[in-house]
Structures are given as structure tokens and as C-alpha cells.
Nanobody
Framework: QVQLVESGGGLVQAGGSLRLSCAAS????????MGWFRQAPGKEREFVAA????????NYADSVKGRFTISRDNAKNTVYLQMNSLKPEDTAVYYC??????????????WGQGTQVTVSS
């Protein structure tokens, strides 16, 4: 079993930055890729970014390219999402999950509690 815990969310002004963390506990596979997703009120959950645990390759949604960066620390079983130039449209609950390496927009694990990101104005 793998448990995922998201943290790092908060309230920021437009143009500001936040760094989200996703810590995995329990048994994991080094070859499993991880992704970030978000869900705003009244909208479906959407893919944000993903990173491969094997080669570090990344994928991003068009809406966040150039602003968000996903990274990993295998020793800590943790993935990060650095969010810069935040916009009010980025306001959502952010979740991490395991994803298919060859189709990284597709999650396959259980969802955690997520972390709230609110961007004002």
C-alpha cells in the first residue's frame, strides 16, 4: 500500500509562488511515475504535471507550461510542484497520484486529501 500526503498549499497573491510537496509512504516502486492534478469548484479534476521516476522526463498541461515545474527526490520518496507566476485561475485543490509512465495524464492510485491553493485577485 502507498499513502500520499500533499502539503504546501496556501493563500497567495496573483504573480506569487508556492511549492507543493507530495510525500509517499509505504511500499513503492522506483519505476512508478507521479503526477499532480487539481480540481476547482464546479470543474472536473484535471491533469497538471507528471514526472517519471525512471528517467525524470516531465509532462505539463498547456495551462501551466513555463510557470510550473515538477521535480522529485527519490531518497525522500517525495515529488514537488514549484508554482510561479500564479493566476487566480490556478485556484484549486491540488492532488498527487501515481500515473502511467506511458500515459502520464492517467492516474491509477487512491486520492488523498489534497492541498488547497488560493490565488487572490
Amino acid at each position: 500500500q502507498v499513502q500520499l500526503v500533499e502539503s504546501g498549499g496556501g493563500l497567495v497573491q496573483a504573480g506569487g509562488s508556492l511549492r507543493l510537496s507530495c510525500a509517499a509512504s509505504g511500499r513503492t516502486f522506483s519505476s512508478v511515475s507521479m503526477g499532480w492534478f487539481r480540481q476547482a469548484p464546479g470543474k472536473e479534476r484535471e491533469f497538471v504535471a507528471a514526472i517519471s521516476w525512471t528517467d525524470g522526463s516531465t509532462n505539463y498541461a498547456d495551462s501551466v507550461k513555463g510557470r510550473f515545474t515538477i521535480s522529485r527526490d527519490n531518497a525522500k520518496n517525495t515529488v514537488y510542484l514549484q508554482m510561479n507566476s500564479l493566476k487566480p485561475e490556478d485556484t484549486a485543490v491540488y492532488y498527487c497520484n501515481t500515473v502511467l509512465t506511458l500515459d502520464p495524464s492517467r492516474p491509477f492510485g487512491s486520492w488523498g486529501q489534497g492541498t488547497q491553493v488560493t490565488v487572490s485577485s
